[in-house]
């Protein structure tokens, strides 16, 4: 079974650039979340879709976009990225209670 | 306030000794609590959960939940040196959970 699949694992952007991060999961969860986690703290939310056709905003969702493609897609969307933005970016899928998360993304931004 | 508080750590512990993790959270319409645990470099996995006042048990790990105090912790008994990791504790009002900053376990041998 492979769970929660991201890719791509690493990634290193110039200053402006844009790129998508992609997600899927297999286990026909309704919920989706993206997260990002800075050195030393924990995982802040950066949007979420609560079923197929729906997002909200989490914490800190400026300078992202999202997209829930189907029930099994979550994209994250950086449009112009900003050194700030360095981080390990997860993505996690739910089903009411245990949230299972992918291997995550490590992006930096230059 | 942050909305989940925890221990600042680092705590570092001997071998076969009990390691307790604290955490606090803001909204008393909380209802249910996560503890995950996380290696260096590796994603999050869950390790327990507790949606009602007093104890939970599964092997050598047992959470404790007192939500008049608003507080829930992770005992960890006979620790071992697989058990260093950052253990990160959430909480999940409304379906999305909102994570503390973790506390970074050291089990020396």
């Given amino acids: 079974n492979a769970g929660v699949t991201q890719t791509p694992k690493f990634q290193v952007l110039k200053t402006g650039q844009s790129m998508t991060l992609q997600c899927a999961q297999d286990m026909n969860h309704n919920s989706m979340y993206w997260y990002r986690q800075d050195p030393g703290m924990g995982l802040r939310l950066i949007y979420y879709s609560a079923s197929e056709g729906t997002t909200d905003k989490g914490e800190v969702p400026n300078g992202y976009n999202v997209s829930r493609l189907n029930k099994r897609e979550f994209s994250l969307r950086l449009e112009s990225a900003a050194p700030s933005q360095t981080s390990v970016y997860f993505c996690a899928s739910s089903e009411r209670r245990e949230a299972f998360f992918g291997q995550g993304t490590r992006l930096t931004v230059v | ?109």
Avoid: H
């Avoid at chain 2, 076969?16 to 994603?43: E, H, M, P, V």
């Avoid at chain 2, 959470?63 to 959430?90: E, F």
């Fill in chain 2, 1 to 109: 306030q942050k909305e989940v508080e925890q221990n600042s750590g680092p705590l570092s512990v001997p071998e076969g000794a009990i390691a307790s993790l604290n955490c606090t959270y803001s909204d008393r319409g909380s209802q249910s609590f996560f503890w995950y645990r996380q290696y260096s470099g590796k994603s999050p996995e869950l390790i327990m959960f507790i949606y009602s006042n007093g104890d939970k048990e599964d092997g050598r790990f047992t959470a404790q939940l007192n939500k008049a105090s608003q507080y829930v912790s992770l005992l960890i008994r006979d620790s071992q040196p697989s058990d260093s990791a950052t253990y990160l504790c959430a909480v999940n009002p409304g379906g999305k959970s909102t994570f503390g900053d973790g506390t970074t376990l050291t089990v020396k041998p």
